[in-house]
């Protein structure tokens, strides 16, 4: 397995080995002592799958004060992921990494706590699925605007097809920094 870290410390992008023949291919999607190597958590509390037709975009979500970590990877199709550092202090808040991830890569994003993530289906239809570190906390969720212009997120859609509780969500600078977790440096 390879891992390689992106332009924001701590998300990182990984490449599992896939062992293939002419009967297709074995890989691991999960081994807590591999990634714990790389410094993720060896226990999840939550395994997410989601369906999505061509130009649906999720997100960008968060959660707190119960952050969730997560483990992204698509199993069919492909979609354009995102992740947004939305900590107050930290060196590179406000800024954003967007890596293609598809079930022919095979890769695997690392999305830390204190960032905000989501990501939008390229393909005719998508199997995205997610491990979180937390459980899901309907009272703790939030989100900011997909096209927030200060964040400038280069979307590979321009008229997506959004959630109404997505379509609502406002831009990072007039989220109140209370229901942001801070930088811890």
């Not at 390879?2 to 896939?18: H, I, N, W, Y």
């Not at 890569?105 to 993530?117: D, K, M, T, V």
């Not at 009272?139 to 509780?165: F, M, Q, R």
Request: with cysteine.
């Amino acid at each position: 397995m390879q891992c390689c870290e992106t332009s924001l410390p701590g998300v990182r992008l990984f490449k599992p080995e896939a062992f293939a023949d002419k009967r297709g291919f074995f890989m691991e999607t999960w081994n807590a002592s591999r990634y714990s190597e790389h410094g993720l958590p060896t226990l999840f509390a939550q395994d997410n799958l989601s369906f999505s037709y061509r130009g649906v975009l999720r997100g960008l979500h968060y959660q707190l004060p119960n952050p969730q970590a997560k483990l992204v990877y698509v199993l069919q199709g492909s979609v354009f992921d995102v992740a947004v550092d939305i900590r107050p202090g930290s060196p590179t808040f406000g800024r954003w990494v967007g890596i293609t991830l598809s079930a022919e890569n095979r890769w695997q994003l690392y999305i830390p706590e204190g960032f905000a993530h989501g990501f939008c289906v390229l393909s005719d239809t998508a199997l995205f699925a997610y491990k979180c570190s937390s459980l899901y906390s309907p009272h703790d969720e939030g989100g900011v605007a997909w096209n927030d212009e200060d964040l400038g997120i280069a979307w590979p859609i321009a008229e997506p097809t959004l959630s109404p509780k997505d379509e609502k969500y406002p831009r990072l600078k007039d989220i109140p920094l209370d229901r942001l977790r801070k930088y811890k440096g």
